[in-house]
Each structure stands twice: as C-alpha cells, then as structure tokens.
C-alpha cells in the first residue's frame, strides 16, 4: 500500500504544480526532441494548405516510462516520444505526469479524440485503473480525470488488450485469425484476439499471465503470490536472476542472450530457465484457446527468432496430440499499447466536451484493489 503524500490538485495544463511534476516536465527525452523535426513539417504541410486530418493522441502508462503518440488520421505519427514514469515520487505524481505530458501534447496537436492504455487490472468499462502494483494506482478514474483534463473523449483500455489490437489491425497478426498477444517486459500479460478483436474480459483479472504459478514455493512476486510465472521468464526477471549467479551489476537483457547464445553457462541456465517457464504458462492457454499464432510483445520482442524458435521446441515437448502455434515477434514492440490506444481514440466520434481541470485529480489514499469490477 502507498500513503499518498502529494498535495497536489487539478493540473492546470501551463503549470507544473507539485515538484515532482516539474522535475518529470524537466525529464523530456532526446527522444522527444528529435520528434519536433516531425511536427515542424506536419506544421509547413498545414500552412502549404495540406492536412492531414483529425489528429488522436495517445499515452500508455509504464512501469518506466510514459510513452505518448500523435497520430494523423491516416496513421502518421506526428509524435512519438516518452516521459519517465516517476514512481519514486509516488502515485500522484505518475498520474500528473500522465497529465501533463497529454496537455501538452494536446496543445501541440489539438486532437479531436485521445486514449490511454494502463497496466494491471482495469475495469475497461468503467475507464478505471483498478490496482497497477509499479505505479501504486488503486482504483484511480483514469478515463475521467483525462477528459477533464483535455475537454476530448478518452478511450481506456488494459495495455495488453490495446497492444493486441494493434497488432491486430497493423502489425503482426494482420493476417491472423486467431491469435495470443504476449507482451514480456518488466511484467508478462496475455491477450487472445480473434478475428481482429480482443477478447473480451469477463473481470478485471484477464490478461495478467505473469501471475501465473509456474514454480510453486519459487521466488517472491510483487503480487505477494510466489513463483509466478513473471519472476522467472519476464525481462526484467532474466536480468536479476542473471545478475544474482553473475555478480554483475549493469547488464541488460540483450546482452544475457548474446551470452547464453555464446555459451556463458550462467546466461545459459537463466535463459533456458525462462523459456521453459514461459512455455508451462503458454501452453494450458494454447491446449484451450487453440490459437493460430503467439506474437511476443515488449522487450522480448527484439530477442529474435532463436527465442521464438527455443519457445516453439519447449512447447511441442509439452502439448500432445497438437503442433505448437507459430511464434512471431511483433511488429510494434513497446509502443504497441500506444498504438492500439490511438486505435481507439480514432474510433471514437466527437463529443459533448467536458469542463477543463474539473476534477481534483488526487488519488484515494490506498484501499482495498476489487477485482470484481464492483465500483464505479
Ligand atoms: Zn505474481
């Protein structure tokens, strides 16, 4: 649980209110920078008479970072950058930074609609972050607050669903009829989309993979559960398990691979480790959903065809009577939930605007997470 110190209140868009979201405003990325030479000639084509059309802009909210979209109505993308999520600092000053960085994307682009894909659980519905462990969010109105703070409708989505959709409509389950979305990163999520839509969630829970027990009695999870499956296989768990037989301290997960791949026999073991845990979690899930494809999202996406070709092996020993689906990366990566947030804001129609800065955007001070979905 997470006292809330924060003082902080409504989000004026011109002013940081609270240090914390100045220095967060004070944390804008090279990478930010370098998308200013994109907006500059979105601004000549508008003055040369050219539009590009309705503009959507899009957050989705990490463990590390913020990423934050603006895309034209044909699928450009004016912007893509990303703030660092200051979970140090607390809640309230993830979700101003999350604020923040939407004001002032929408005072650069004047989007007509905006979406936002958030981790853990969610009640879509509702537009609620119902308990997201690394942000320390319990049921924070996310979708509310947002169109108070923009005057534009919201779409809200789990990020996993968003990045699946994505995936779905312009990455690497284009031609897919059926498949299983599988971000791994700091977490390890799953979404199953069929016939281009995600499937819909029955609670707030649906999605969250890596909270599945692969390794009873195994290590210890943020969840409070103990060898889920995300304290062997996620990214983020490779390179600690990796850290802790090497005594290295700096070592990303790129690198472990090229390691196991070299024969360093710690690399090796961490790696093997977390192939074969990621395939006792993925294939109760594929004896059940039988899908086409498993497309492997977040940072993993980049470990290449060895990975997808070791986590096919490890599965064909596992399921009987069946071959394993085909394992893709996925075109989108990190930016997947992002993209699918976008998605969906295009698909929403313009509406009834809401005041500015209406709310207090300040979190509850901690609470019980529901996971029925039993608040609104
Ligand atoms: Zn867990």
């Not at 996620?234 to 390179?239: D, L, R, V």
């Amino acid at each position: 649980m997470h006292p809330v110190t924060s003082s902080s209140t409504a989000s004026a868009p011109n002013a940081p209110v609270t240090p914390a979201a100045r220095s967060a405003r004070a944390a804008r990325t090279a990478e930010e920078s370098a998308a200013a030479n994109t907006r500059d000639l979105a601004a000549r084509s508008r003055a040369d008479g050219w539009d590009e059309g309705p503009v959507v802009i899009a957050l989705e909210v990490g463990g590390a970072r913020i990423r934050g979209l603006a895309m034209a109505a044909d699928g450009t993308r004016l912007h893509s950058g990303h703030r660092r999520t200051p979970v140090g600092h607390g809640p309230d000053a993830v979700m101003e930074t999350v604020l923040e960085y939407a004001a002032d994307l929408a005072r650069r682009y004047t989007p007509v609609a905006a979406g936002i894909a958030v981790p853990g659980l969610v009640e879509e519905a509702a537009g609620t972050a119902v308990f997201a462990a690394h942000l320390g969010w319990r049921r924070v109105p996310v979708r509310r607050w947002l169109t108070e703070e923009l005057g534009i409708p919201v779409a809200f989505a789990h990020d996993v669903r968003a990045g699946g959709f994505a995936e779905a409509r312009l990455g690497a389950g284009r031609r897919s009829r059926s498949f299983l979305f599988v971000p791994i990163g700091t977490g390890i999520g799953a979404s199953m989309v069929h016939d281009g839509r995600p499937r819909a969630y029955t609670d707030a829970r649906t999605g969250e993979l890596g909270h599945v027990v692969v390794r009873p009695g195994g290590d210890p999870c943020p969840c409070g559960g103990q060898g889920c499956l995300e304290t062997v296989a996620s990214a983020a768990a490779i390179a600690r398990r990796y850290r802790l037989l090497s005594g290295e301290t700096r070592i990303t997960v790129r690198e472990i691979q090229h390691r196991a791949e070299a024969g360093d026999p710690a690399a090796a073991r961490v790696w093997h480790e977390a192939v074969e845990a990621l395939a006792d979690g993925l294939s109760p899930m594929i004896d059940l959903l039988d899908p086409e494809h498993v497309i492997i999202g977040g940072a993993l996406s980049h470990a290449g065809k060895t990975y997808c070709d070791s986590l096919h092996g490890a599965l064909a020993t596992r399921l009987t009577g069946r071959r394993p689906p085909r394992i893709v990366p996925s075109r989108f990566g990190r930016r997947a939930g992002a993209i699918g947030a976008a998605l969906l804001a295009q698909r929403l129609r313009p509406a009834e605007r809401a005041p500015r800065g209406a709310g207090t955007h300040r979190l509850p001070a901690g609470g019980t997470p529901s996971v029925t979905g039993a608040f609104t």
